[in-house]
């Protein structure tokens, strides 16, 4: 499965091919089952985890019980609560795994150690970043700018797979709709 996570690395940056194997032998393969949190509030988020094959979720529970979902991780995306993983303080989300999820993990030693032998790596990691970064301010403007009919609209118009894919009450969890809501723009859509 490494093949994977060498393929996207590939995708932004060059490695010899002795390096390419090396690098990867600072990360370690995961294997979620449906429903298993890697992360749960409360503790220190050890490791960013890129996903192989499956789906991620971030999430929130906040003082009413209610989940709320503040990100995804499909396939080739990485996922990790930053703050925790740098700081080494507890993490105010959970990670959990919404269908058998299949990871590559790096701790923030390994990380460390990685980017100190191979520093071209920094710029992949930087790459990295600065699409989530451009990803999250645009999620931003859609929560400010639209309305609700309008955010799911775009979002299932660039993410149909994904939107298919996702259960309803996630979907809406993330996009800060109720499952009826949900539903009912749904369904005034079909009509």
């Known amino acids: 499965m490494p093949e994977i996570l060498k393929t996207h690395i590939a995708r932004f940056i060059s490695l010899k091919g002795e390096d390419s194997s090396q690098v990867l032998s600072f990360f370690q393969s995961i294997h979620l089952k449906k429903k298993q949190n890697i992360l749960s509030e409360g503790q220190v988020c050890k490791q960013h985890y890129f996903v192989e094959k499956g789906l991620l979720r971030m999430f929130y529970i906040n003082d009413k019980g209610v989940e709320h979902t503040i990100q995804f991780a499909l396939e080739n995306w990485w996922l990790t609560d930053l703050m925790s993983y ?19 993990a790096i701790n923030l030693e390994d990380q460390e150690k990685l980017l100190e032998q191979y520093p071209v790596m920094e710029k992949y990691f930087r790459i990295i970043f600065q699409k989530a970064y451009a990803a999250n301010q645009l999620r931003i403007k859609y929560i400010h700018d639209l309305s609700s009919a309008e955010m799911y609209d775009r979002f299932a118009g660039q993410n149909p797979a994904f939107v298919q894919r996702v259960p309803q009450y996630l979907l809406a969890s993330f996009l800060g709709f109720t499952p009826e809501y949900l539903s009912e723009l749904r369904r005034k859509k079909l009509s």
């Open 86 to 104: 740098q700081d080494r303080r507890p993490s105010g989300f959970y990670i959990q795994a919404v269908e058998a999820t299949e990871l590559m």
